[in-house]
């Protein structure tokens, strides 16, 4: 059963050695190193050539337009060959036993119809669990293991890949952004996760990555963040989470090129009582993001 390891690319020439070797030391070798490059201008394509001539693993390397993550992701599901899905960012690494840890509790289950996937544990390089909030393998989705299981932080999720085709992620016309969780609660409303409390991703954040510029990248892309703060609502979560749903949909609806009237359109009262907040929010992201 082969896993695609999956790594959207986007001039991280510098830090793609660290993955790679991750991924020769591998305790088994079931996987597909696949990177999508989303229009690189540093020495991207030249690094991985050097990886693919060394020919110690099996890689696949294709280049396009840029036009963010996301887009890159919709590429990479349609040319994976693997059964899973696993998106591995360029700045980070797996640990040396992930490939055999994700067999071992995916063959659990694999047969299951609503299985949609497993997900294990992010880690710092120093070793400590990205987030707080541990479990016993469990089965859940990604709405639930936030709302009910109190987990907080980055998860390492790898999904079916033939899920992640049912979901693809939503392409708005100038915008090179969209949250993940958007297309991860949409998969939580028809399949389940095993959950493990493994570490088997080790990660940083980087000043040039996207967790360190959030709110500024969340601005340029104010369709997708409104999409996804709006789904939100419509899902079986606690009030108090709907409420800065609705906070946060208006945070980044000032954002938007669309009138008022447009926004207005897609408004219920519950979301209404959100407006007054958001914009205080939104004006207090203009003044930070002037400054930085």
């Keep these: ?3 695609t390891i999956f790594t959207p690319a ?9 993955l790679y070797e991750s ?9 597909e190193w696949l990177i999508v490059d989303d229009g690189s201008t540093d020495n991207t394509s030249e690094i991985i050539q050097s990886f693919v001539n060394e020919n110690k693993v099996s890689i ?3 280049k396009q337009e840029n036009g963010g993550k996301h887009r890159a992701i919709n590429k990479g599901i349609q040319v994976a060959k693997g059964e899973l899905f696993f998106i591995v960012d360029s700045d980070d690494c797996l640990t040396e036993n992930a490939i055999d840890r994700i067999l071992f509790y995916y063959e659990k289950i694999r047969n299951k119809e609503k299985a949609g996937g497993i997900c294990g544990r992010k880690a710092l390089f120093n070793g400590k669990i990205v987030g707080v909030g541990a479990f016993d393998p469990i089965i859940s989705d990604s709405l639930s293991i ?21 979901f693809p992620f ?10 993940e969780a958007l297309i991860w609660n949409r998969i939580a409303q028809k399949y389940q996760i095993l959950y493990f409390n493994e570490p088997i991703y080790l990660c940083e954040y980087r000043a040039d990555g996207l967790s360190a510029k959030i709110i500024k990248v969340r601005m340029k892309s ?8 709006y789904e939100l609502l419509t899902y079986n979560i606690p009030y108090l989470q709907k409420f800065k749903a609705a906070i946060n949909f208006w945070r980044f609806a000032f954002c938007s090129k669309r009138s008022f009237t447009e926004k207005m359109k897609r408004v219920n009262s519950f979301l209404f009582v959100g407006v007054l907040l958001g914009y205080l929010l939104h004006l207090k992201d203009v003044i930070y993001t002037s400054r930085n």
């Excluded at 991924?23 to 996987?31: E, R, S, V």
């Excluded at 980055?154 to 999904?159: K, P, R, V």
């Design 222 to 229: 104010p369709l997708a963040s409104m999409d996804t703060y």
């Design 170 to 179: 939503p392409e708005y016309e100038g915008e090179k952004f969209c949250p």
């Design 60 to 62: 696949h390397y294709f």
């Design 23 to 31: 991924l020769l030391k591998q305790t088994k070798n079931n996987f």
């Design 146 to 166: 936030r709302y009910k299981e109190r987990v907080t932080g980055d998860l390492a999720e790898i999904f079916k890949t033939s899920i992640l085709s049912e």
């Design 10 to 18: 986007y001039n991280r020439a510098y830090s793609l050695d660290r």
């Design 1 to 3: 059963m082969l896993i």
